[in-house]
């Protein structure tokens, strides 16, 4: 390896340490005598000292170079009450490993602000900034957790199809494919596979698979392309999903606010962790109502309803068992009041970040939620089948990576959460 360590391996009681760091140059102060240099790396910025005298006039004229070019540094770690981290590196040799050869397209300091089509235009150079690598840090904790915790549950990770033959979830929200002689399309969906694979008898399965929805839509809460986390789980109703969600939303905010606390810092958020509150859909219509929002039964949660249920349950709100007639066809009514069904949504901070429910597994009753909902069944057909051979109570959810980590970094654009973002006019780079 060309550097000794990260700038967050280092610290005061190192010093007179021979080091070498390697990252690219966030800052230069050249005040005559003395030029600092703040390097950054992935982990953070360390300062580097070159003092005249000290360094040879080579090195002294060496280390003035343009921001943001990669740099090669060696030196001893010197203890300073100065420096913000209680040290500073005395430099002895700098290599400039691949001089800047265009100007920079904008400055990843952030000092002066750059619009985000620009940023995004550039993502390689955007992500060199801080704030943007605060957020994939906090990205990476989210999707570590996510496996560590399911795992632990003896659930068993499992990878399905991207490219299918027909609409996961119909409608005309669907990429078509140039698939030899077939008609195929990008999936809006693992659904399906997951559930396949729970009556194929694998009972607890997870997955983090790329979905895709060809929405006409240029907000910024949707991308076309989006990463989901998705779970189900065999010989299970409703309640056993939401049990698994409780645990993994409450330890992936608790591990944020453990392995991020400097990033959540950089970003100028708190502590996240939370535990999430469930409620009955009927019951959230009613605290709404008496909050000055009225909705009737049947109508779906808007930005504004949302908000409110926020402030009054807190950050992480489940609300299940919402109206049979607005869910997926798929979603089991409820045994004891079929007006409603097995199902719940996750509001994460005013905004669904989850969906899921308990599955309808016996086909005639498949056949009748299609019928009532004035769908024809023989559409359907494939999917009816795999109910046919023993397929066991199952129930299921799915979590939006980027809209987590765009609620947990306290983000405006979902684009800031998506590494290389894809919308409906961006794709490239």
């Avoid at 090669?72 to 800047?100: D, H, Q």
């Avoid at 979830?169 to 969906?189: D, H, N, R, T």
């Avoid at 790329?210 to 949707?222: I, L, M």
């Avoid at 023993?390 to 939006?400: L, T």
Wanted: proline share 5%; with cysteine; glycine share 6%.
């Amino acid at each position: 390896m060309m550097r000794s360590h990260y700038a967050s391996e280092i610290t005061p009681e190192m010093e007179g340490k021979e080091v070498a760091i390697a990252g690219w140059l966030h800052e230069i102060r050249d005040i005559g005598k003395i030029v600092f240099l703040q390097v950054r790396d992935k982990t953070g910025i360390t300062q580097v000292v070159a003092k005249n005298g000290e360094c040879t006039e080579e090195v002294m004229k060496s280390c003035v170079l343009p921001k943001d070019s990669v740099v090669l540094i060696k030196g001893k770690v010197k203890k300073s009450e100065a420096a913000k981290r209680g040290f500073e590196i005395a430099l002895s040799s700098i290599e400039n490993l691949n001089p800047l050869r265009e100007q920079m397209p904008f400055d990843v300091t952030g000092m002066v602000p750059a619009e985000i089509d620009t940023r995004l235009n550039f993502r390689y150079v955007d992500l060199r900034r801080v704030p943007t690598t605060a957020i994939f840090n906090i990205e990476s904790t989210i999707l570590n957790t996510f496996r560590n915790t399911l795992v632990k549950s003896e659930f068993q990770e499992i990878r399905t199809p991207c490219i299918v033959g027909e609409a996961t979830e119909g409608g005309a929200e669907i990429f078509p494919v140039v698939y030899f002689e077939k008609e195929a399309f990008l999936a809006q969906s693992p659904q399906l596979y997951k559930q396949l694979a729970v009556i194929g008898g694998l009972d607890k399965v997870f997955m983090v698979t790329p979905v895709f929805r060809a929405e006409k839509s240029n907000t910024v809460y949707h991308l076309t392309e989006i990463t989901q986390m998705d779970i189900e789980m065999g010989f299970a109703d409703h309640d056993d999903a939401i049990s698994v969600l409780k645990k993994v939303v409450a330890t992936v905010t608790k591990e944020v606010d453990k392995k991020n606390a400097a990033d959540l810092e950089k970003l100028g958020v708190g502590k996240v962790e939370a535990k999430p509150v469930v409620i009955s859909y009927k019951s959230a219509l009613k605290k709404l109502d008496a909050n000055g929002i009225h909705m009737e039964f049947g109508e779906d949660f808007n930005r504004e309803s949302e908000a409110m249920l926020g402030k009054i349950f807190g950050d992480v709100l489940i609300v299940k068992e919402y109206p049979t007639m607005v869910r997926a066809f798929y979603s089991m009514p409820n045994s004891k009041d079929p007006e409603v069904c097995n199902s719940f949504d996750l509001l994460y901070k005013g905004m669904e970040i989850c969906s899921g429910a308990q599955r309808i597994h016996k086909p005639e009753l498949l056949v009748e939620a299609l019928e009532k909902r004035g769908m024809n069944p023989s559409n359907f057909e494939s999917y009816i089948n795999a109910f046919k051979l023993g397929a066991p109570p199952h129930a299921g959810w799915s979590i939006g990576l980027e809209r987590f980590a765009m609620k947990l970094c306290n983000a405006q654009n979902i684009r800031e959460c998506s590494l290389f973002p894809r919308d409906r006019n961006r794709i490239t780079p």
